[in-house]
């Protein structure tokens, strides 16, 4: 599985961005894909999921109501809608497939200014 993240960037305070996660490889589908962040000095943590087939999706209590996780399975593509961002939310955000002992993407830098 082969996942390529982008989509990052700097925004204010209050503002959005939309992460998009290409997925490749023969078994992806069979995964479920979520998007991981570690901020400077903190452990990486969860952020928000989602299961290719039925589309249940689960999110930290930090982002709820702020962050939604979806796919486009026509393009093989996760994507997470942040909005009302926060400088907390600050941090290198990971695609992944399959839990922390699957496969990750390569980080994309999200800056929130205050």
């Known amino acids: 599985v082969q996942l390529q993240a982008s989509g990052g960037g700097l925004v204010q305070a209050g503002g959005s961005l939309r992460l998009s996660c290409a997925a490749s490889?023969?078994?992806?589908?069979?995964?479920?894909m979520a998007w991981f962040r570690q901020a400077p000095g903190k452990e990486r943590e969860f952020v928000a999921a989602?299961?290719?087939?039925?589309?249940?999706?689960y999110y930290a209590d930090s982002v709820k109501g702020r962050f939604s996780i979806s796919t486009d399975n026509a393009k093989n593509t996760v994507y997470l809608q942040m909005n009302s961002l926060k400088p907390e939310d600050t941090a290198v955000y990971y695609c992944?497939?399959?839990?922390?002992?699957?496969?990750w993407g390569q980080g994309t830098q999200v800056t929130v200014s205050s």
């Open positions: 992944n497939a399959g839990g922390r002992f699957g496969y």
């Open positions: 490889g023969r078994t992806f589908s069979t995964y479920r």
């Open positions: 989602i299961n290719w087939r039925g589309g249940s999706t």
